[in-house]
Nanobody, 129 residues
Framework: EVQLVESGGGLVQAGGSLRLSCATSGFRFVDYYIGWFRQAPGEERKGVACMSATDGTTYYADSVKGRFTMSRDNGKNTVYLEMNRLKFEDTALYYC??????????????????????WGRGTQVTVSS
């Protein structure tokens, strides 16, 4: 069974940093592409960063490019989202999600929430201005 559990959220001042973790189980990173999404109250869930299965290539939303870094630790089965220079508008519930890659050796990744089958429960990030 695929499981994802986020942690690391909290309250931080604007300009500060947080590192989110997503502990995974039930699948191998080389078989699934993974994404970080966020949802603010009254808004749609939006892609923040995503990573391909085969080689871990990352892609970022323009709003976080240069400030956020997504990475994975294969030994710990954990995915991270390092968030620096946080802004008030980064405040949201952050989710980790995974989906099976279309074929073995695929470099596919996606920022579309509807393409993901497995989701964590989220971790809240609140940035005070």
């Amino acid at each position: 069974e695929v499981q994802l559990v986020e942690s690391g959220g909290g309250l931080v001042q604007a300009g500060g940093s947080l590192r989110l973790s997503c502990a995974t189980s039930g699948f191998r990173f080389v078989d699934y592409y993974i994404g970080w999404f966020r949802q603010a109250p009254g808004e749609e869930r939006k892609g923040v960063a995503c990573m391909s299965a085969t080689d871990g290539t990352t892609y970022y939303a323009d709003s976080v490019k240069g400030r956020f870094t997504m990475s994975r630790d294969n030994g710990k089965n954990t995915v991270y989202l390092e968030m620096n220079r946080l802004k008030f508008e980064d405040t949201a519930l952050y989710y980790c999600a995974a989906a099976k890659a279309p074929y073995s050796g695929s470099y596919y990744y996606s920022m579309n929430a509807y393409e993901y089958d497995h989701w964590g429960r989220g971790t809240q990030v609140t940035v005070s201005s």
